[in-house]
């Protein structure tokens, strides 16, 4: 009997391009779908072309056809969280078609989802007013932001190390600084771009062959992100246009946390200068500053509430019982309350500080490169170096000096040992007292021997 004839929608052909070059077989493919091998060959030898419908959006039709309209140096952004309307069949037909055949390869372990966002670092409560409503593109985009690039695994037993994409290539605030505790990478308009995007995903797939494993990395289809060939440990896979608000995990609570715990770490800064009667306009916070606190942020983020964003996607319909135990950092107390039970003279009500929480969810994230754009930004990238200093507003990051660091960790590790009943901290403190403890001593040494070689 002849195989039936089917018209695939451009979701599954993406699938099915995807796991032919993951290694499974025409012919296994032909009769899962129950169509003949020259259908599987047909849609592989048409890759170029249903990547490019796939890409700009054409998943609605089962057939594909040719647009009329020509793209002349056309930069179109994506917007953090997805605003546009959601397309409800096409959510449901990538769950019900596409989702089960990936979903069926990979454990909860393996399956990830990464999404970018953009982040004003410096704003406090009494700016997001004059931000509401406002897309954030082109000229209206305040100098003092950054994007990061968020994934975690279903489980949420793996965060990935965050991206954070800044608009200086050697900030003056790093000068001192020997590592950081994410990836740090630059262009003049501090968004994703389809470089930056190809040498994260690169670099992800190089270090997972090293430990023999492979994934399955879920994206939206925006157009700095686009598929990547050669690649060995990195199943990508794309979720049709218009339903990443649904079907993107991380839009579902991860990024909100994230930037919930950033902005919470932020005001209480600014408390401590009103505390210690200092000056507001003395308190400067740099790009550097920004990492930091968003690394402690990330840190915040629960492997529970990781997996129940999957959940909440209908991508994991497993029930988990997590343990009563687990160390959960995170809290749900608004943040105006979190305020106000610290009797400070920040006056804000509850509106504002939701306002201030998402007040950057509509800022341009992403570009999509084109051949001007590609110049644009090349001439941008030489300008942008140039004008490194003016970018961090000639601040320069004050190191402390081993013997400050010391002295700090001495007093630190007192009010933990003395005033915290958590064990878990108590021997994390320690570790650090440790370190901060050899590397002084050590440090001590080499002075004491390079001085002696002068005697």
Request: contains cysteine; hydrophobic residues 35%.
């Given at each position: 009997m002849a195989p039936n004839r089917r018209a695939f929608t451009i979701e599954e052909k993406g699938a099915i391009i995807c796991r032919l070059e993951n290694g499974e077989s025409n012919a296994a493919l032909a009769k899962e779908f129950g169509v003949g091998h020259s259908t599987i060959s047909m849609i592989l030898k048409?890759?170029?072309r249903i990547e490019k419908s796939f890409n700009s959006n054409a998943l609605k039709s089962k057939r594909v056809r040719e647009s009329t309209q020509k793209r002349h140096s056309i930069v179109v952004g994506k917007i953090s969280g997805e605003?546009?309307?959601?397309?409800?069949?096409?959510?449901?037909?990538?769950?019900?078609?596409?989702?089960?055949n990936l979903r069926q390869r990979f454990a909860d372990d393996k399956i990830f989802n990464a999404d970018e966002t953009g982040l004003f670092y410096k704003m406090m409560p009494d700016r997001t007013l004059k931000f509401k409503g406002e897309t954030c593109t082109g000229g209206k985009m305040p100098k003092d932001r950054i994007t990061m690039m968020v994934a975690a695994n279903m489980s949420g037993t793996v965060k990935k190390k965050l991206l954070v994409i800044?608009?200086?290539k050697q900030p003056r605030c790093f000068k001192g600084v020997k590592s950081l505790p994410v990836d740090y990478t630059h262009n003049s308009k501090a968004w994703m771009t389809l470089s930056v995007y190809e040498k994260w995903i690169r670099d992800w797939d190089n270090e997972l062959i090293k430990k023999n494993k492979k994934i399955l990395l879920l994206v939206d289809n925006c157009p700095a992100h686009s598929q990547i060939s050669g690649l060995k440990s990195i199943t990508l896979a794309f979720l049709p246009a218009n339903t990443t608000s649904i079907l993107q995990p991380m839009d579902q609570g991860v990024i909100h946390g994230l930037?919930?715990?950033?902005?919470?770490n932020l005001v209480l800064r600014t408390l401590e200068h009103l505390e210690a009667n200092e000056d507001l306009s003395t308190m400067k916070v740099t790009v550097l500053d920004a990492i930091l606190l968003a690394y402690d942020a990330w840190n915040k983020i629960s492997q529970k509430t990781i997996y129940n964003c999957f959940k909440h996607a209908g991508l994991n319909e497993n029930i988990r019982n997590f343990p009563s135990s687990e160390d959960v950092t995170e809290d749900d107390v608004p943040l105006a309350l979190w305020v106000?039970?610290?009797?400070?003279?920040?006056?804000?009500?509850?509106?504002?500080?939701?306002n201030y929480v998402n007040v950057d969810k509509s800022v341009v994230s992403t570009q999509e490169t084109t051949v001007d754009t590609i110049v644009q930004d090349v001439i941008n990238e030489q300008q942008s170096e140039e004008d490194d200093e003016e970018i961090e507003e000639n601040t320069v990051s004050e190191i402390p000096t081993v013997t400050e660091a010391l002295k700090a960790a001495d007093l630190l590790s007192h009010f933990v040992h003395s005033s915290l009943d958590s064990d878990s901290i108590k021997s994390s403190m320690s570790k650090v007292h440790n370190a901060i403890r050899n590397h002084f001593y050590s440090h001590k040494v080499q002075r004491q021997t390079k001085m002696s070689a002068f005697l």
């Open positions: 048409n890759k170029d605003s546009a309307a959601v397309d409800k069949t096409s959510v449901t037909n990538w769950l019900t078609t596409v989702w089960p800044g608009k200086a930037k919930s715990h950033f902005r919470k106000k039970d610290l009797n400070c003279n920040l006056q804000v009500s509850d509106e504002m500080w939701n």
